[in-house]
């Protein structure tokens, strides 16, 4: 199982793994002028912090917070997130229980208000960003169990960081995605299907490539097509018509370019196990076009063939 968990995490690693290349639209690359626009709520796009708990271990004092990281049109991704305090820096220990939802945002006598539902339908909370006398205070509060938001545990949070409306990187791939189509090139032979199903290209891989799958890991994968795509400023979920989603930290202002074995899983799985490559996108008409160039490794470990996947994604705008 480990090798498919690898597999999500490589679909769930393309689209923000790669280095940016903005398509100009000229005669001599025949794209498209760039027609992607910035979603209607970028300036609520942010990745917020609050203090969830403390608690000790092995003489360390471990902080617990959620976070919530917002897109610009009207998704969100959020976890939790454990850490301690290092020599120079904060290390985080681990990240987990990655949700995602969509948010609706009222604004009343100065101040905001972003109202968070999970996928799943369960209020999650809201973020309630106040301005008085030219002060801004930024507040969280949590739900009950009624699922009513319960002012009285309302808890001042940080805003962790944000999407840069000067890097149009950030501008073009903040919010949410449809996989128009896969192509997925390898030994000569083409694979091409409207959408991502994980289980098709899982089963393509295995029985063109000789990549090493087997039945039961297989059979886990049915069902794990491709909903959406949100990518915020430093999160990304992969989210499935079966209702699973598999979520990751980013972050998007670091990643100048892309080496596919430097990714490794939270739960200590290294993607490298499973494929190597290096990747871009570029961004043409209102497509962003996803390519890795790399190669997955067959059933014999010092074995390797080359593989290129595309991917086409159409953004939602909301």
């Known amino acids: 199982m480990k090798k498919i968990i690898s597999l999500l995490a490589v679909a769930l690693a393309l689209p923000f793994l790669f280095s940016c290349n903005k398509e100009n639209g000229n005669a001599s690359n ?5 027609t992607l626009i910035q979603g209607a709520n970028f300036n609520l796009a942010k990745t917020y912090s609050s203090i969830k708990g403390t608690w000790t271990e092995g003489g360390e004092t471990i902080t617990t917070r959620t976070v919530v990281s917002t897109s610009s049109d009207g998704s969100f991704i959020s976890w939790d997130q454990d850490e301690k305090e290092a020599t120079k820096a904060v290390t985080i220990t ?25 996928t ?6 809201a973020i309630v960003v106040e301005e008085s006398a030219g002060n801004v205070t930024v507040s969280f509060i949590p739900v009950d169990n009624a699922g009513n938001l319960n002012e009285e545990q309302k ?7 944000e999407a840069n409306a000067g890097n149009q990187d950030e501008v073009y791939t903040n919010g949410t995605w449809i996989v128009s189509e896969t192509i997925a090139t390898a030994r000569g ?11 098709e290209i899982a089963s393509w891989a295995r029985e063109n490539i000789g990549v090493e799958i087997k039945d039961e890991d297989l059979a886990e994968l049915k069902g794990y097509k491709v909903k959406n795509i949100v990518i915020t400023d430093s999160a990304l979920s992969l989210n499935f018509e079966n209702g699973k989603s598999f979520a990751s930290n980013i972050d998007i202002k670091q990643y100048n370019g892309f080496k596919i074995e430097n990714f490794v899983e939270d739960t200590g799985n290294n993607i490298s196990d499973y494929i190597n490559g290096t990747g871009r996108f570029d961004f ?19 074995e390797s063939t080359a593989t290129s996947i595309i991917l086409t994604l159409k953004r939602i705008n909301k």
């Open 94 to 118: 681990r990240k987990y229980n990655f949700q995602t939802g969509t948010y609706a945002v009222t604004v009343k006598d100065g101040k905001t208000t972003i109202t968070l539902t999970l």
């Open 30 to 34: 025949g794209a498209k002028p760039v």
């Open 155 to 161: 808890a001042e949070i940080t805003i962790q960081s």
């Open 284 to 302: 043409s008409g209102d497509l962003c076009v996803l390519t890795i160039s790399g190669s997955f490794k067959t059933n014999k470990e010092s």
């Open 189 to 199: 032979l083409n694979f091409s299907r409207p959408g991502l199903d994980i289980h």
């Open 120 to 125: 799943e339908g369960q209020a999650l909370g």
